[in-house]
Nanobody
Framework: VQLQASGGGLVQAGGSQRLSCAAS????????IAWFRQAPGKEREFVAT????????YVADSVKGRFTIARDNAKNTVSLQMNSLKPEDTAIYYC????????????????????WGQGTQVTVSS
C-alpha cells in the first residue's frame, strides 16, 4: 500500500491550498482516509477523515468551516481543501489510511491508522 500526499507549499495568511492523497496497492472500498498534521515541536494532530468510497466526513473543530475533505472520483484521490489559512496551520500534512471493517466509525487517533504517506509541507506566512 502506498499513499502519496501532494499539494503543499507556501501561502499567505487568508489564502487557500489544496492537498491531494493518492492511494494505490490494493482496493480501498472499506478504508478510511484521514489527514493529520504536525507542527514543529508539537504532537501530530487529527485534521479530517472520510471514507475512501465517499460519503461520511468529519473535520476537527480547529479547522471546521475552513477545511473540507472530499473524495475525488475522477482523480482517484482524497483532497483536503484548506481556505482562510492561518499561520498556525503551518505544519507537515500527512494522509493516512485504516480499514474500518463492517461498521463505519470516525477515528481521530493516529495510532489506529495502518498506512501513512510521506507528508507535504504547508507554510502559511503572516
Amino acid at each position: 500500500v502506498q499513499l502519496q500526499a501532494s499539494g503543499g507549499g507556501l501561502v499567505q495568511a487568508g489564502g487557500s491550498q489544496r492537498l491531494s492523497c493518492a492511494a494505490s496497492g490494493r482496493t480501498f472500498n472499506r478504508y478510511a482516509i484521514a489527514w493529520f498534521r504536525q507542527a514543529p515541536g508539537k504532537e501530530r494532530e487529527f485534521v479530517a477523515t472520510t471514507r475512501w468510497n465517499g460519503g461520511l466526513t468529519y473535520v476537527a473543530d480547529s479547522v471546521k468551516g475552513r477545511f473540507t475533505i472530499a473524495r475525488d472520483n475522477a482523480k482517484n484521490t482524497v483532497s483536503l481543501q484548506m481556505n482562510s489559512l492561518k499561520p498556525e496551520d503551518t505544519a507537515i500534512y500527512y494522509c493516512a489510511a485504516r480499514y474500518w471493517g463492517n461498521s463505519w466509525y470516525m477515528e481521530t487517533n493516529d495510532a489506529k491508522y495502518d498506512y501513512w504517506g510521506q507528508g507535504t509541507q504547508v507554510t502559511v506566512s503572516s
